[in-house]
């Protein structure tokens, strides 16, 4: 059975630093781009991130440009997102996803997998 399980998470005081990861087992890992979101309570799942299927292709959200990285290990099956200079409005549960998409603007439209999300707190 198919599985995305991020961890990662947890409190951080602004500016400090987080790495998620997203574990992926179950499936083919390398016939998806992988995704990174964040849902703050009462809003919609953003994208924040993607990345290719072999890893050189790369997407940011406005918000998460010059201070997360997205990357993925295709050897360990496993995606990543470096969050630096964390700000409290980069509170929110953070999901990753694996997405049929090979246009990086469009993942989330095709998603196969979604992970069950870790919570991201940065108190002022």
């Known amino acids: 059975q198919a599985r995305l399980a991020e961890s990662g998470g947890g409190l951080v005081q602004a500016g400090g630093s987080l790495r998620l990861s997203c574990a992926a087992s179950?499936?083919?890992?390398?016939?998806?781009?992988m995704g990174w979101f964040c849902q703050a309570p009462g809003k919609e799942r953003e994208l924040v991130a993607a990345?290719?299927?072999?890893?050189?292709?790369?997407y940011y959200a406005d918000s998460a440009k010059g201070r997360f990285t997205i990357s993925r290990d295709n050897a360990k099956n496993t995606a990543y997102l470096q969050m630096n200079s964390l700000k409290p409005e980069d509170t929110a549960v953070y999901y990753c996803?694996?997405?049929?998409?090979?246009?990086?603007?469009?993942?989330?439209?095709?998603?196969?997998?979604w992970g069950q999300g870790t919570q991201v707190t940065v108190s002022s």
């Open positions: 179950g499936l083919t890992f390398t016939r998806y781009s």
């Open positions: 990345v290719s299927r072999n890893g050189t292709g790369l």
């Open positions: 996803a694996a997405d049929a998409n090979v246009d990086l603007r469009r993942v989330g439209t095709r998603v196969s997998y």
